[in-house]
């Protein structure tokens, strides 16, 4: 086999590989955003991609630079690799932002961790290889989250009920008047605090959708309804 043959087997089967792990990442994404923990599985399509990206990369050192061994004489390609990711690592977290019980950020984070893979694959001259991881990324941010709407799936929001003047709440009856509603508050997201001689309760509200409506202007005239409430805050949840 040529040089040029094994060079295009071996950018096919990177785009295979690579391709089965953004499904395989897709699959985990979906059951959390199936469960409301997450706002798209974009997320995990992008960092297990990139993840087969660099680790089949690697695996085929002798196809770097079109095939001409690179002189090592100056620095070990691998390691240049490694600082860049590690790098890029770094100021992607700078990128998210957490607000109250919504995160912002992180899509973007690892589309530009995402990016840096994209950046070694054309330096080390496997370019099929990266127009492949290109179009996997378009269709993780563009074409999943169009499918994900039409998948059922539990709608979040973060809710926030401000309670009146005097009153005591109890954690068991508001979680009780939410699941006549077909809502639920799992108690690891809820806080209680106690602000301006009034209590105040916050976290995060589930809807199925598959059960009924996820509209926020339905869930908020349900809210309005809960005795002892003098006001509250309905904001749909984010991990995007």
């Not at 499904?23 to 960092?47: D, H, I, M, N, P």
């Not at 990016?115 to 996997?136: E, F, R, S």
């Not at 926020?216 to 409430?229: G, Q, R, Y």
């Amino acid at each position: 086999m040529t040089l040029h043959a094994a060079w295009l087997a071996t950018s096919l089967d990177i785009i295979g590989n690579m391709g089965l792990a953004m499904l395989l990442g897709w699959v985990v994404g979906y059951e959390r955003f199936y469960s409301g923990r997450a706002a798209g599985s974009q997320v995990y399509c992008l960092v297990s991609a990139t993840s087969a990206a660099v680790t089949l990369l690697a695996g085929y050192p002798a196809l770097w630079y079109g095939g001409q061994r690179a002189d090592t004489s100056g620095g070990d390609p691998t390691r240049v690799i490694g600082a860049i990711l590690t790098g890029i690592g770094f100021l992607g977290a700078g990128l998210i932002v957490q607000n109250g019980l919504n995160v912002r950020g992180l899509t973007t984070a690892a589309s530009l961790w995402g990016v840096a893979a994209l950046g070694i694959l054309v330096g080390v001259g496997l370019y099929l290889p990266a127009l492949g991881l290109t179009a996997l990324f378009v269709i993780a941010v563009e074409v999943l989250p169009r499918v994900e709407s039409r998948l059922p799936a539990s709608a979040a929001f973060t809710c926030t009920l401000k309670f009146r003047e005097g009153h005591r709440p109890r954690t068991e009856a508001v979680l009780a008047f939410l699941a006549t509603h077909g809502l639920r508050m799992p108690t690891e997201t809820m806080t209680l605090c106690f602000r301006e001689q009034r209590f105040e309760m916050e976290g995060q509200i589930f809807a199925d959708r598959a059960g009924r409506s996820a509209s926020m202007s339905d869930i908020a005239l349900e809210l309005s309804t809960l005795a002892d409430v003098d006001s509250f805050a309905l904001t749909r949840s984010s991990r995007a």
